[in-house]
């Protein structure tokens, strides 16, 4: 009697067990790893803006939600012109976005504010650092270093500069297509440039080479190559900054001697690729993000690409890099930043949609229809080749916490100088203003 009343509250007691779990299913896992009971991550996903690169993130995003159910991010772009300071602005106020894109000039301040975190190789499917830079091409992400740490994700944009010409205008001024296996010297820049200066009585129709004259990060992209290719470095080995260097005062003499010889004016710049597009300027300076939007603006403008030119008394050649890159915030939780990472890790591989889509050169190594990612973007235009050549001599712009500051600095003195002003006498007046900016 005992053994079958101890029987029947055992049995009873399986039932109830097993009645209790079919009662409360256990959480479904997800692709990511992540299960769907987990407490919800809201992160702010913060980018400047540009219309072609929105419906990109916004995929994105949407895939990465769905792979990760228990995260839900917030995306904001801000206005370009103002965007470095709209996000130092959020992470005073408290209110930082956990992952953002910006420029690699700002590197230096980020750190300094303690605003970025170093990569977490293992969001991208490696163990080590080493294996995290393996996967992108040979020093794309060197502007994103220091003590011994990698500071992003990856890279969103990544840029050089060669020469965009009027293949047409060349010829009526009786000039040689430019080649495109050795860069002219500036020197011959000089001359060809003028040459394609178009006047009708004193007012210029068609000026001979042109760049935005007030944006300083454009300052600092044209005339540091030209620097460098002297010998020449903004800031000096102790940090300083070196205005009135004998390779400044070279870059900036030549300079003036192109307004001179109205090669450039300020005065009749609107907009790079529409002036061009629109016959308003011979040549221009630009990167592969040029391309798609020139062939759409003027599909029958006969157009090509040069490296960009070097001076003939060259220390070394010398181009421009830059890059936009995905940074994660080192002030968010570390739940966020993990999640952030594997977000970052997302964004790096759409490298068919960056291109086809927006026009963004990625710098993680992949194969797209069987070729490697160079070849794949050069295939889209064989222009692209030439500046995809010129990257092989590519600098970083100079690093300081005072960047905006200098670049400032050094646009005034520019546009000082074409105006014609001593040179001397403009830089010496630079080099006292960079000071009290460091000192500042």
Known sequence: MKM?????????????????????????????????????????????????????????????EASHPNV???????????????????????????????????????????????????????????????????GSLDAFKADGKIYTGGISEYNTFSLIYNV?????AGIEPLPKDRPITWEELADIAARLTVKEGDVITRIGLAWPFTVPIWTVLIQEPMLRQKGGELITPEGMPDFTQ??????????????????????????????????????????????????TMNPDLNWDIAPLPQFADAVERVTTLYAWAWFVSAKSSPEKQ????????LLTSKQREW???????????????GMPLREYYAQTDPRLATIFADYAYGKFEFRSTKYFELSDIWTRAQDRVLSGEDVMSVLMDAQAQAEAAMAD
């Open 4 to 64: 079958r009343i101890y029987t029947t509250l055992v049995l009873s007691l399986i039932l109830a067990l097993l009645i209790s779990a079919c009662a409360l299913p256990a959480a479904a896992p997800t692709e990511g790893g992540v299960t769907s009971g987990a407490p919800t991550i809201e992160m702010l996903y913060m980018t400047h803006n540009h219309a072609p690169s929105i419906p990109v993130n916004e995929a994105i995003i949407a895939e990465f």
């Open 355 to 369: 291109w086809e889509k927006v026009g963004y050169v990625q710098a993680r190594k992949t194969e797209i229809d």
């Open 246 to 295: 004998e390779p400044m005062v070279a870059v900036m003499t030549y300079l003036q001697q192109l307004r001179k010889a109205e090669a450039i004016d300020p005065a009749t710049y609107t907009d790079l690729l529409q002036d061009f597009a629109n016959g308003r300027s011979a040549m221009i300076f630009g990167g592969p993000w040029a391309v798609a939007p020139l062939k």
């Open 338 to 345: 993990k999640a952030a990472w594997e977000f970052v890790n």
């Open 72 to 138: 839900k991010i917030t995306f904001d772009n801000a206005p370009h012109a103002n965007f470095e300071q709209k996000v130092l602005t959020a992470f005073a106020g408290g209110q930082g976005p956990d992952v953002f894109w910006a420029g690699d000039w700002m590197v230096p301040q980020f750190l300094a504010s303690g605003i970025i975190a170093p990569v977490d190789p293992t969001a991208f499917g490696v163990a080590t650092q080493e294996e995290f830079e393996a996967l992108f091409e040979p």
């Open 168 to 172: 047409d205008a060349l010829v009526e």
